[in-house]
């Protein structure tokens, strides 16, 4: 998407900017972003948003786990291992990555973050396990880590969003874009 807006819209900067777990927004909720990357849900009162892809989620395990050789897991298989307890984000969010709508008792934290590095560098030693979307997990080779599909849970959504008041008119034609791009490509 970047890459093809600047193509049609040579003369626009585009800035971006990385936003912690503790942002599901991408700053949009404080004002320091018009459109966002994100993946949804999160409290989004006051946000519009269109999705344009989804991806499985993987869960980040120490490369000596006893589930690091499968191709994938059932979320039973992984429910009651220690989790990353994300702090100061959006709840709605926390729930989602934690798959709390099929757990029957609460999750069980063995560390605490605030950021993607938090959260692999507590797998990485065994501590805690996180979800992650597939674009990280495939991203690039994590020394000390795996990722592993877990097939029984929903997808990540990635989403562009923004908040419509006072929106500039190279972020409405960003959204355009997108939305046209993400249209062109085939399901799944």
């Known amino acids: 998407m970047l890459h093809a807006y600047a193509e049609r819209y ?22 320091l972003s018009d459109v966002a990357i994100v993946r949804p849900p999160f409290t989004s009162a006051g946000l519009d948003l269109v999705v344009v892809a989804t991806e499985p989620r993987f869960v980040a395990l120490w490369d000596g786990h006893p589930l690091s050789t499968r191709q994938n897991v059932g979320f039973e298989e992984i429910v009651d291992l220690p989790w990353i307890d994300v702090v100061a984000s959006d709840p709605v ?14 999750a069980r934290f063995g560390a605490q973050g605030r950021t993607l590095d938090d959260l692999l560098d507590a797998a990485r030693a065994g501590q805690a396990v996180g979800l992650v979307p597939a674009s990280i997990a495939r991203a690039q080779r ?46 799944g």
């Open 142 to 187: 994590w020394p000390g880590l795996v990722f592993v599909e877990v097939t029984d849970i929903p997808g990540s959504d990635i989403a562009i969003a923004w908040n419509p008041a006072a929106l500039p008119a190279s972020a409405h034609d960003f959204i355009d874009l997108a939305a046209t791009l993400a249209s062109d490509q085939p399901p």
């Open 10 to 31: 040579p003369g626009v900067r585009v800035v971006t900017k990385h936003y912690g777990l503790e942002d599901p927004t991408g700053g949009l909720r404080a004002h």
């Open 93 to 106: 969010w926390c729930a989602f990555w934690r798959v709390t709508e099929r757990r029957t008792r609460p």
